[in-house]
C-alpha cells in the first residue's frame, strides 16, 4: 500500500508540472497574439495614415477643383488652368498635406 500511495504523490507531482507548463504556455501564446495584434493595428493605421488618407484626399481636391463651377466656365485655357492649380493647392492646405 505505501507504494501506491507514493506513486500517487509522483503522479500527482508530474501532473502538476504538466499543468505549470501548459499554463506558461498558454501564457506565452496569450502574449504573443496581444503583440501580433497590436503590431497589425499599428500598421494598419500607419498605412492608412501616410498611404490611403493623403491619395484619396488628392483625389478629391484634383476633381473638385477640375469641375468647379469656375473653372468650368472659364473659356481662357491658361486662367482655367491658374484656377486648378491654385483651388487644388488651397485644398491641399484645409486637409493639412502642404
Not at 482655367?80 to 485644398?91: A, G, K
Request: aromatic letters at 12%.
Amino acid at each position: 500500500m505505501a507504494t501506491h500511495y507514493g506513486e500517487q504523490v509522483g503522479t500527482n507531482k508530474r501532473l502538476d508540472d504538466l499543468r505549470r507548463d501548459n499554463q506558461k504556455i498558454t501564457n506565452l501564446t496569450i502574449a504573443i497574439l496581444i503583440v501580433g495584434i497590436l503590431t497589425l493595428l499599428i500598421g494598419a493605421l500607419t498605412f492608412y495614415w501616410y498611404e490611403w488618407r493623403p491619395t484619396q484626399i488628392k483625389q478629391r481636391c484634383s476633381a473638385d477643383a477640375r469641375f468647379d463651377r469656375r473653372a468650368t466656365l472659364e473659356l481662357d485655357d491658361i486662367k482655367r488652368q491658374e484656377f486648378i492649380n491654385t483651388y487644388y493647392e488651397d485644398c491641399l492646405m484645409r486637409f493639412g498635406l502642404k
